[in-house]
């Protein structure tokens, strides 16, 4: 199955991973895909057809040519809107295409050979997903395949071939002095997905004694301006339809508890008595894509988003990931439920959640639920080189940009605490960069001396603000496909990751057609 002098050995079926494979295979390099579940393209084809995409022209090179890929399918020159299934087969297809690249499903790191700063060898095992696509149980191992390759690339969410590499990593935000940055760290204000009414936190009213209700974190939130360890939400970006034909109604959790959205039903109570005539929308972002479909994301200070939930996943084990993960699917379909059934939402939120269901044609081996958990940051590697809000305020540049962001710093909420008795989500950032700017080579290189065949396009070295603007799909699989070129010209000049030739590696790239500066608002 596995060639076992590959050149290249990618590691995370995401929208990035797909697009390093194909350019690395594309420089007739041997390519091994490595996918720990049963989809690819990550979280362009997990629901999230509503691209984030900052400045279109920022964005070049095989990530546009997905784009373009699209728009083909949809009769139009590119589309940004997209069905998910639609996605992953157009992925699929461009592998098929492809020669020189294998991809392996259902396998996960399980141990590494590192000699000398370069990885050797992995040995991945074997772990069938759930009906979920969840991670699997450590019990479930059906075997092992080593895997030998002169270099790698981390293209997962989470960071694991890095971490395994024993290349330094961060988890959390950064306090606001450690690099000047006027966004990051615990938030002194929360205005947007915040409450707009104030509603009392305890499960007896006024008694603090009594206890928090569900989805409240304990604590204050902490000091304004310190650093943490904690992550902002994840959700599922969820496809659903209203047309009869393709729609699916969405049945009852199992042993659902209505107790667990006491704090909705007397937020909802509260938007009443204030006169603030709840809506769906308040409660989430149920944005159109083709297909009379949804791509649904967070919206508002209780929603799509299990505020809290993902602080542990970061650096938790497989069998620990896999609970978070499902208590994530169970959180969302309570919360869907809720809002269809329970008496005290005003029937015409009711009406409108139970119009929608999930599609017959997206998602059918994983029961309408999205194959991929928005995993929104997790590690970052920590570099020479950090991408930092000075980056995208444009006060500092980098003159070996290997691709563009564009979109705004972005952080949803990190956690939900109380706060002069009432409750208050603390973490929500939307500020706009100052325009396009630079990923430097050296955010996906890590540091000489901890390795040296290794790149990492999607667990970049940047801060939680900048991360935020950096950790968009179009964003990885530009730099995916940076990484891959890198990857190339490191073997063949048989030189570490380190020692690559940028001024080649930008000129090869832009031949590609990426787009590597910008100036007076347009592309160079």
């Not at 157009?90 to 259902?106: K, Y």
């Not at 915040?194 to 509603?199: H, L, N, W």
């Not at 564009?406 to 706060?419: A, F, G, I």
């Not at 935020?468 to 179009?474: A, N």
């Amino acid at each position: 199955m596995c060639n076992m002098s590959l050149d290249i050995c990618i590691y995370g079926g995401t929208a990035a991973g797909v697009i390093a494979a194909i350019a690395a295979a594309r420089q007739k390099r041997s390519v091994l895909l490595v996918e720990p579940g049963r989809h690819l393209g990550g979280m362009s084809s997990g629901g999230l057809g509503f691209t984030d995409f900052g400045n279109k022209a920022a964005v070049g090179g095989l990530s546009c040519e997905f784009y373009r890929r699209l728009g083909k399918h949809y009769g139009k020159d590119e589309a940004w809107l997209f069905e998910p299934h639609v996605a992953e087969k157009i992925l699929r297809d461009w592998i098929g295409e492809t020669a020189g690249l294998e991809v392996l499903f259902e396998h996960r790191l399980a141990e590494m050979d590192k000699q000398g700063g370069r990885i050797e060898r992995l040995l991945l095992e074997r772990v069938p997903a759930d009906p979920s696509n969840a991670p699997g149980s450590s019990s479930d191992v059906r075997e092992h395949v080593p895997v030998e390759a002169a270099m790698f690339i981390d293209a997962s969410y989470e960071g694991d071939l890095m971490a395994m590499a024993k290349v330094s990593s961060t988890i959390g935000r950064e306090p606001v002095a450690r690099y000047g940055e006027s966004l990051n760290g615990i938030r002194a204000n929360t205005p947007k997905h915040q409450f707009i009414v104030d509603v009392d936190p305890y499960v007896k009213l006024g008694d603090a004694a009594s206890g928090l209700l569900p989805l409240i974190q304990s604590g204050d939130g902490g000091q304004p301006g310190d650093g943490d360890s904690r992550v902002q939400a994840y959700n599922f970006r969820l496809c659903f339809t209203r047309r009869a034909e393709n729609r699916i109604p969405i049945q009852p959790p199992p042993n659902y508890d209505a107790r667990g959205f006491e704090l909705l039903a007397r937020y909802i109570q509260a938007l009443v008595d204030a006169k603030k005539h709840p809506t769906l929308g308040m409660l989430m972002k149920p944005d159109l894509i083709p297909g009379d479909k949804t791509d649904i994301n967070n919206n508002g200070a209780i929603s799509t988003d299990f505020i809290g939930e993902s602080w542990a996943y970061p650096h938790a084990g497989y069998d620990a990931r896999r609970k978070i993960w499902l208590a994530h699917l169970e959180y969302s379909h309570a919360l869907i439920h809720f809002l269809s059934t329970d008496l005290r939402v005003p029937e015409n939120v009711r009406k409108e959640m139970s119009a929608w269901g999930f599609c017959k044609d997206e998602f059918t081996d994983t029961g309408g639920w999205p194959h991929q958990l928005y995993i929104r940051e997790a590690r970052r590697m920590a570099s020479d080189y950090v991408v930092t809000q000075s980056v995208c305020e444009h006060n500092t540049s980098a003159d070996d940009s290997i691709g563009l962001a564009s979109y705004n710093m972005d952080s949803h909420n990190c956690q939900r605490v109380v706060q002069k008795g009432v409750v208050r989500n603390e973490g929500d950032v939307q500020a706009p960069p100052a325009g396009p700017y630079p990923i430097s080579y050296r955010a996906i290189t890590p540091r000489r001396q901890e390795c040296e065949n290794l790149l990492v396009p999607v667990c970049l070295s940047a801060t939680h603000i900048a991360y935020g603007s950096i950790r968009m799909e179009p964003v990885f699989m530009v730099l995916g496909q940076s990484a891959a070129l890198a990857a190339c010209l490191a073997l063949g000049r048989k030189s570490s990751v380190q020692d690559v030739n940028t001024d080649a590696l930008r000129q090869q790239l832009l031949d590609a057609g990426q787009v590597l500066t910008w100036q007076g608002g347009r592309k160079k």
